[in-house]
C-alpha cells in the first residue's frame, strides 16, 4: 500500500482557507485518494475522494497534478468547528477495503 | 439512517477478565471493519468482514482477540483475557460493497483494563 506523508499540525484562523498537503510518491495506477476528518471522541469521517485533478463538494476541494504524487486537502474558510485529525489515505484498487491510516495532521482554528 | 451503532460507549474491567464489544452496521452494508486507536499506534486495521466472512485478520495482535459476524447486523470482538495494553478506543465501521466506498464508522468504544 502506498505509504502517505502529510504534515504533523497545522494552525490557522477563522474565515481562513486552510490547505493540507499529502505526498504519495509510490501511488500506484489504480489507487484513489480518499481524505477522513476526525473530531475528539468520534470515530473518522469521509470528507472526499479523487483519482486525478480537482473533485470538490460541499465540505472541501482536493487538488490532485497530472503525477499524482501529492494531493492538497482545500477547506475554504475554516470556523473553529473544523479542528480536528485530518487523515490522507491511498485506496489500493485491488484491496481498496483496507484502509490504513498514517498519523494524520492535527488542524487547529484559533479564534 | 441511524449509522454504525457501537456498545457500550466506555467499558471498564480488570486484567484478566472477558471483554466484548458489539456493533451494529449500516443496514444493507455488506463489509464490515474492526479498528483500533490508541496514542502510540494511532488507527490500526484489525479485522474485516465482507457478507459476514472474515476476509483479514492479519491485524489481530493475539490469539487473545477473536471477531464474530452471526449475521449482516451484528459483530463482536472479543479479548479473553484482557490486559493493560489492551486498553485503547475501538472502532467498528461498515462500508458498501462497491470498490472505494466510503468507510462510515461509530463513535467507537474506549476500552480501559486496569
Known amino acids: 500500500l502506498a505509504k502517505t506523508t502529510q504534515p504533523i499540525s497545522m494552525d490557522s484562523y477563522e474565515g481562513q482557507e486552510v490547505n493540507i498537503t499529502c505526498s504519495h510518491n509510490?501511488?500506484?495506477?489504480?489507487?484513489?485518494i480518499t481524505w477522513y476528518q476526525q473530531f475528539p471522541s468520534q470515530g473518522p469521517r469521509f470528507i472526499i475522494q479523487?483519482?486525478?485533478t480537482k473533485v470538490t463538494n460541499e465540505v472541501a476541494s482536493l487538488f490532485i497534478p497530472a503525477d499524482r504524487k501529492s494531493s492538497t486537502l482545500s477547506l475554504p474558510r475554516v470556523s473553529l468547528s473544523d479542528t480536528a485529525v485530518y487523515y490522507c489515505l491511498v485506496a489500493r484498487g485491488d484491496s481498496s477495503y483496507k484502509l490504513i491510516f498514517g498519523s494524520g495532521t492535527r488542524l487547529l482554528v484559533r479564534p | 439512517d441511524a449509522g454504525v451503532i457501537q456498545s457500550p460507549r466506555h467499558e471498564v474491567t480488570e486484567m484478566g477478565q472477558e471483554v466484548t464489544l458489539r456493533c451494529k452496521p449500516i443496514s444493507g452494508h455488506d463489509y464490515l471493519f474492526w479498528y483500533r486507536q490508541t496514542m502510540m499506534r494511532g488507527l490500526e486495521l484489525l479485522i474485516y468482514?465482507?457478507?459476514?466472512?472474515?476476509?483479514?485478520d492479519s491485524g489481530m495482535p493475539e490469539d487473545r482477540f477473536s471477531a464474530k459476524m452471526p449475521n449482516a447486523s451484528f459483530s463482536t470482538l472479543k479479548i479473553q483475557p484482557s490486559e493493560p495494553r489492551d486498553s485503547a478506543v475501538y472502532f467498528c465501521a461498515s462500508s458498501m460493497g462497491q470498490q472505494y466506498s466510503p468507510l462510515h464508522f461509530g463513535n467507537g468504544t474506549r476500552l480501559t483494563v486496569t
Open positions: 479523487g483519482y486525478k
Open positions: 509510490n501511488i500506484a495506477t489504480n489507487d484513489y
Open positions: 468482514f465482507n457478507n459476514n466472512v472474515p476476509i483479514d
